[in-house]
T-cell receptor
Framework: AAGVIQSPRHLIKEKRETATLKCYPI?????VYWYQQGPGQDPQFLIS???????DKGSIPDRFSAQQFSDYHSELNMSSLELGDSALYFC??????????????FGQGTRLTVV | GQNIDQPTEMTATEGAIVQINCTYQ??????LFWYQQHAGEAPTFLSY????GLEEKGRFSSFLSRSKGYSYLLLKELQMKDSASYLC????????????FGRGTSLIVHP
């Protein structure tokens, strides 16, 4: 079965550069979530989209922006990168909001290293 | 906001049973999630409880008591591959269903 696909899997950037992470949800899933997980930390919710509209916002820095496109894929744009942005970035998708009958499936993540 | 408390680390023996506890405080309850995460990998959904009681799913069961702000994940017939972090998560405040994760419990299963 198709899963959530994230690209790239690994990314190395220098401070103050920009990065774009991509997420392709499971076919027919209309909801996408972005999480950031630092070393030894729990996943922190950044932002989510439902039907191409932002549905919820977490601890996403102003330097970051995201959108969901007409084909439901999503991109997380990160500018003025800082060393502290080095983390594993997960994307998850679900059909509708998560709950009893709606499970969110996570992608394998993009490991971003800022040097 | 949310406040989630879980033990940091637990160890258990292969074939045994282990119970991972989670206490939470949240404004507006919209259910509780349990996820499993192996090191460097994506979290995997295990369970979602919104009503009090025990829900069983194979070797894994999850229990919820809303009045006590308490949940546990029960793992039976432990296998080496169960060594992972187990994340308790409650939706963020404001009526959302998006999981806000705790620090997780690192479970080490040894022979």
């Amino acid at each position: 079965a198709a899963g959530v696909i994230q690209s790239p899997r690994h990314l190395i950037k220098e401070k103050r550069e920009t990065a774009t992470l991509k997420c392709y949800p499971i076919p027919r899933h209309d909801t996408v979530y972005w999480y950031q997980q630092g070393p030894g930390q729990d996943p922190q919710f950044l932002i989510s989209f439902y039907e191409k509209m932002q549905s919820d916002k977490g601890s996403i820095p102003d330097r970051f922006s995201a959108q969901q496109f007409s084909d439901y894929h999503s991109e997380l744009n990160m500018s003025s990168l800082e060393l502290g942005d080095s983390a594993l970035y997960f994307c998850a998708s679900s059909l509708g909001l998560q709950g009893r009958n709606t499970e969110a499936f996570f992608g394998q993540g993009t490991r971003l290293t800022v040097v | 906001g949310q406040n989630i408390d879980q033990p940091t680390e637990m160890t258990a023996t292969e074939g045994a049973i282990v119970q991972i506890n989670c206490t939470y405080q949240t404004s507006g309850f919209n259910g509780l999630f349990w996820y499993q995460q192996h090191a460097g990998e994506a979290p995997t959904f295990l369970s979602y409880n919104v009503l009090d009681g025990l829900e069983e799913k194979g070797r894994f069961s999850s229990f919820l008591s809303r009045s006590k702000g308490y949940s546990y994940l029960l793992l039976k017939e432990l296998q080496m591959k169960d060594s992972a972090s187990y994340l308790c998560a409650v939706p963020k405040s404001g009526g959302s269903y998006i999981p806000t994760f705790g620090r997780g419990t690192s479970l080490i299963v040894h022979p």
